[in-house]
Each structure stands twice: as structure tokens, then as C-alpha cells.
């Protein structure tokens, strides 16, 4: 064999983009690349975008020095046969041997994970949880998703599902949630329900009131109302903004609680969309955390921020390979 082998591509499947990464074995990025997924073409559409995006990054590095291949997938992820099966928002796709396909293409290792669970190993091992053995990942975006970090290796469970913390009820009665559960964590503080409350509450005040600066932000279309702009709007003090997100951080840390408590874990690293919201969310989580968990899980109690945002699932699905 000739030359060393230096990089992995890495691999970030998701219903809108598919974005891909050249990563050095020190899990920086050192070219990406993103593309259209056309997730609702069905899978041979999805798998032609995902070997040319890896043909695109193969023409500026060469073949010969990539170890091999991650992705990280939505829906549940059996490494056994490298399937993925149901993700969420993709037309057609019940269960679909998407490493094997990819492995045809091109014949190098290529390996597979739960995307929540390449975003959590990326943080593990170069990001917010590299100082702790164990912590819970949690992923505050369009939906909520988590990864279970144990002695630094990712928590499965034993069919692979484990980690789902979006659908852990707050409320037996409570709101229903996509999944066909009620009071689930998701659908108080997932994308779609801190939009549509923002907006709500927004539609609701007085013209006397001081206008907020979500409305600048948006141009004064509530329709584009989303968890960034919020978190932008909080930023910039904005009473509204401040209120839906202090009030998100409470719900997630009472949720978090139970996980603590039946894990036995003290630190959870956010990453998501919302790790960009200011300081005071996560103030908001780790007190509304501190003040419900059991009295001997509260010693060592952290919530920490996410390091590596966007290019987490990247950097995860790269670090799959090394
Ligand atoms: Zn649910």
C-alpha cells in the first residue's frame, strides 16, 4: 500500500440536506460539501445524492488516503446489517441496508449510527463532553433527541433505540405529541410548539405594548417565527423571547430529571438549533434539573453547551470510522 491513510468522509443524513464532510483523524472538517436530499423521492434517489456528494469530495481527495465512510441517519439504526429503518420525514423508506449500498459504490469500510448518536459521539470525543466520562446528550431543535454517553462510548440499548428523551411525558393528560403519546417533552418545547406560542402570544398583546423584537426580526411575518430568531430576540432582551425560553428551560429540566434519575447521570450537553440561545436557558434548565432530581443525583449537577453545532453530525459520523 502506498501513502497514509488521513481522513474519513463523514456523512450527515437529513430529510432537507445531506451534508458531507472531508475529516482529519483530530475531527476537524477540512472541506464539506451540502446538497438536496429529495427525501420524499424515496431511498434510491436519496442513496444517488449521498455517492455523488462522496464522488464530489473524491475528485479534490484522493480515494486511496480515506479510511473509510460514517453516516449518521435519522430514524432507528441497526449496525448489525447497517440498515436504517423509518426515518422520520423520508417517503418510502421502511427499512433500507443503506451501508451496503453505499459500501457497493465504493468500495471502503463505511459505518453507520442514529444521527442524534453521531452528534453525541462527536461531542464526546472533541467537543463539550470530552471532559466528562458520562453525559446525556440532548438535542433541542425541530424535534428533541438525545444520545446516552456511557464510560465515552454511545448507549445503544439493545434493539438500538435507546436515548429517544423527546417523548418522556410531563404530563399524563397533557398536550399530544406526534408520536400518539400525550404530555411528551417535544410538544411543549420541540420547534413547531415554541413558534406557535411565541405567536400566540405575540398576536395577544396590547398595540400600547412595546413592540417586540421577534416582529423586526421577522419583517413582521409571525409565519417565519422559529427557535434561531427566538433565541436571537432573547439575545437582544426582548421580554417575549426571554419568557418562552426561560420557561422551555424549566419544562426540559424537569424532564431531564427523570433521566437523571433513572440513569444516574449529572451532566447533559445541549446541542441542537437552541444551543445558540443565551446563557440564561441554560441557567433556566440546570436550576429547574437541580431543584427536581433526587437528593443524592444532585452533587455534580451541569448543564453545558454543545461545541460543536452544526457540523456535530459530520464530525460524529466522521469519528465512526477512526
Ligand atoms: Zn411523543
Partial sequence: MTGKKTFAIGID?????????????????????TVETRANKGPSTVIQHIV?????????????SCCGIGIGAPGVVRIEDGS???????????????AK??????????FIENDANCAALAEAKYGAGYEFK?????????????????????YRGPHGGAGEIGHLSIDYNGRECNCGSRGCIEAYIGQRYLSQRTKEILEGRRKDQEPSKIIELVDGNLEKIEPSIIAEAAELDDPVATEILEEAG????????????????RVAVIGGGISAAPHFVFKSVEKSLRARVLKPHKNGIRIVRAKLGNSAGIIGAASLVF
Avoid: C, Y
Fill in 13 to 33: 443524513l437529513g430529510a432537507t440536506t445531506i451534508k458531507s464532510g472531508v475529516v482529519d483523524k483530530k475531527g476537524k472538517i477540512i472541506d464539506q460539501l
Fill in 52 to 64: 455523488f456528494s462522496v464522488r464530489e469530495l473524491f475528485s479534490k481527495h484522493k480515494q486511496a
Fill in 84 to 98: 436504517v429503518h423509518h426515518p422520520p420525514n423520508f417517503s418510502g423508506w421502511t427499512e433500507v441496508a443503506l
Fill in 101 to 110: 449500498a453505499i459500501r457497493n459504490a465504493f468500495s471502503v469500510p463505511v
Fill in 134 to 154: 458520562d453525559f446525556l446528550f440532548v438535542v433541542w431543535g425541530t424535534g428533541i433527541g438525545g444520545g446516552i454517553i456511557l464510560d465515552r462510548k454511545i
Fill in 250 to 265: 424549566d419544562l426540559l429540566g424537569s424532564a431531564l430529571a427523570s433521566v437523571m434519575n433513572i440513569l444516574d447521570l
